[in-house]
């Protein structure tokens, strides 16, 4: 049997086995994604069941197994997680599972470690606007992936796109405007204000996408399309996105997420 090894992990998904153990799915930052079985975890004064909270980020010592790894020590290394803000949750539990759907088993990725660990944090907190911060996981996934959006030229005819109302096709992979957009009725709604927001995004440019006015509509119209985006290169549905469509304001739920009130959109 290998030794056992330690190493920095997030818990992306949980079931409980058993009369008091778990099993976990963990993106670990050197190894990858793993699965963990937790003996105990669910017993009143159990030590490690805490440590490795859905979520959270955790140094861990795992002993090897033939299929899951035995979870031997574990230490939680961020702030408990706000399990009672539904809206974050949510956010989190869609970040949790795309990561699971786009990454193979036990094939490190330090990078997108990094960018989950980070948006886990923004959403965790209590400073960043969740959806906004989810939208930004999605487009900065869905670059890192190689599935681009693209926000420049047509997708069906080339022409160069100018600051007016578009669509957006998932399954196109980008952007419409005039004929081509009337040409697509499954497209989803895209305007101006909205395609500004994806240019600015596409530069990376953070300090100005901070600094954005979340009205309903751009955010809705911004989290559709790059989540379905997303969600159009996974292999499977999400349950969390249905449930965060019907988290947003207007569709019936109370609203949620809490506004600041910067500057409008870039020009
Ligand atoms: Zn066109």
């Given at each position: 049997?290998?030794p056992?090894?330690?190493?920095?992990?997030?818990?992306?998904?949980?079931?409980?086995?058993?009369?008091t153990?778990?099993?976990?799915t963990?993106?670990?930052?050197?190894?990858g994604?793993?699965?963990?079985?937790?003996?105990?975890?669910?017993?009143?004064?159990?030590?490690?069941?805490?440590?490795?909270?859905?979520?959270?980020?955790?140094?861990?010592?795992?002993?090897?197994?033939?299929?899951l790894?035995?979870?031997?020590?574990?230490e939680?290394?961020?702030?408990?997680?706000p399990?009672?803000?539904?809206?974050?949750?949510?956010?989190?539990?869609?970040?949790a599972?795309?990561?699971?759907?786009?990454?193979e088993?036990?094939?490190?990725?330090?990078?997108l470690?990094?960018?989950?660990?980070?948006?886990?944090?923004?959403?965790?907190?209590?400073?960043?606007?969740?959806?906004?911060?989810?939208?930004?996981?999605?487009r900065?996934?869905?670059?890192?992936?190689?599935?681009?959006?693209?926000i420049?030229?047509?997708?069906?005819?080339?022409?160069?796109?100018?600051?007016?109302?578009?669509v957006?096709?998932?399954?196109?992979?980008?952007?419409?405007?005039?004929?081509?957009?009337?040409?697509?009725?499954?497209?989803?709604?895209?305007?101006?204000?909205?395609?500004?927001?994806?240019r600015?995004?596409?530069?990376?440019?953070?300090?100005?996408?901070?600094?954005?006015?979340?009205?309903?509509?751009?955010?809705?119209?911004?989290?559709?399309?790059?989540?379905?985006?997303?969600?159009?290169?996974?292999?499977?549905?999400?349950r969390?996105?249905?449930?965060?469509?019907?988290?947003?304001?207007?569709?019936?739920?109370?609203?949620?997420?809490?506004?600041?009130?910067?500057?409008?959109p870039?020009?």
């Amino acid at each position: 049997m290998p030794p056992p090894f330690a190493d920095e992990g997030i818990v992306l998904r949980r079931v409980d086995y058993g009369d008091t153990d778990r099993i976990l799915t963990v993106f670990t930052r050197d190894h990858g994604k793993v699965g963990v079985l937790v003996r105990g975890a669910r017993r009143p004064h159990s030590r490690l069941g805490p440590a490795v909270d859905l979520f959270s980020r955790c140094t861990i010592q795992l002993a090897p197994g033939r299929g899951l790894h035995i979870l031997t020590q574990g230490e939680r290394r961020s702030p408990p997680w706000p399990g009672g803000d539904l809206l974050r949750t949510t956010c989190a539990a869609v970040v949790a599972g795309a990561v699971d759907a786009l990454l193979e088993d036990r094939h490190p990725d330090p990078e997108l470690y990094a960018q989950v660990a980070a948006t886990l944090d923004r959403l965790g907190g209590s400073t960043h606007d969740a959806r906004a911060e989810l939208a930004w996981f999605a487009r900065a996934t869905a670059d890192r992936l190689g599935y681009r959006p693209e926000i420049d030229r047509c997708v069906a005819c080339g022409a160069a796109l100018v600051d007016r109302d578009a669509v957006f096709s998932p399954a196109r992979g980008g952007a419409l405007q005039g004929r081509c957009a009337a040409q697509e009725p499954a497209a989803l709604p895209c305007r101006a204000t909205t395609l500004r927001v994806l240019r600015c995004m596409a530069r990376d440019d953070r300090p100005t996408f901070d600094r954005l006015r979340w009205e309903p509509r751009l955010r809705d119209e911004l989290e559709e399309i790059l989540l379905s985006h997303l969600a159009h290169h996974l292999d499977r549905p999400l349950r969390a996105m249905e449930l965060l469509r019907r988290l947003r304001p207007g569709a019936g739920w109370p609203a949620l997420a809490g506004g600041e009130t910067p500057p409008p959109p870039p020009r």
